[in-house]
């Protein structure tokens, strides 16, 4: 079977760092996606990981460790407009499909 | 940029009624995908195509089938809609050949079934 784990909800403070943690168990796995979804619309390409370790994109980084089933999403400098939820998901190497977690819903206060 | 189409944002339906939601998409995309998304559930596949004429399930495919005669086409099809099947559901696409493409999303049809 296939699994992913991620906080239901989170908090922040505007301007402050955080990580918003991801774990799966599939087979098969070939790569990690991070997507934000603000309420009401649809979700975002926010990043990729195929390779251990961590890729840097501005205010955002996402790294994975494959051999632990584990990524995290670091968002740094954070801005109101980054309340949003995050979703992890994972791709696989039989086919195209990707399969999200629950999401984490990001709440920033001022 | 990719653009994804979904012909409604709001649709109001009875019970027993079939239901088309459509997709376009405007970047010649191998895949496209049919999801809902409920408060708890998170994105739950329906079904999804990689060609022109195929189709495979996802995970709650009961209740739904799809049509793609055109590879820029994708139509969600309820067969009697029930109220149990009021959600938000969001088309994607993404390019084939492997699972390391992104999926490009519409703006979600939120179909309310009375």
């Known amino acids: 079977g296939q699994n992913i784990d991620q906080p239901t909800e989170m908090t922040a403070t505007e301007g402050a760092i955080v990580q918003i943690n991801c774990t799966y168990q599939t087979s098969g796995f070939n790569g990690l996606f991070w997507y934000q979804q603000h309420a009401g619309e649809a979700p975002t390409f926010l990043s990729y990981n195929v390779l251990d370790g961590l890729e840097e994109k501005g205010r955002f980084s996402s790294f994975l460790s494959r051999s632990k089933g584990y990524s995290y999403l670091l968002l740094k400098e954070l801005q109101m407009k980054d309340s949003a939820s995050y979703l992890c998901?994972?791709?696989?190497?039989?086919?195209?499909?990707?399969?999200f977690g629950k999401g984490t819903r990001l709440h920033i206060l001022p | 940029d990719v653009k994804v189409t979904q012909s409604s944002r709001y649709l109001v339906k009875r019970t027993g009624e079939k239901v088309f939601l459509e997709c376009v998409q405007d970047?010649?995309?191998?895949?496209m995908f049919w999801y809902r998304q409920d408060p708890g559930l998170g994105l739950r596949l329906i079904y999804f195509?990689?060609?022109?004429?195929?189709?495979e399930k996802g995970d709650i495919p009961e209740g739904y089938s799809v049509s793609r005669e055109k590879k820029e086409r994708f139509s969600l099809i309820l067969e009697s809609a029930s109220t149990n099947q009021t959600s938000m559901y969001l088309c994607?696409?993404?390019?084939?050949?492997?699972?390391?493409?992104?999926?490009?999303f519409g703006d979600g049809t939120r179909l309310s079934i009375l």
């Open positions: 970047m010649d995309h191998e895949n």
């Open positions: 195509s990689y060609d022109v004429k195929m189709k």
């Open positions: 998901a994972v791709s696989h190497f039989r086919d195209d499909k990707i399969i």
């Open positions: 994607a696409s993404s390019p084939g050949g492997g699972g390391n493409q992104p999926q490009h």
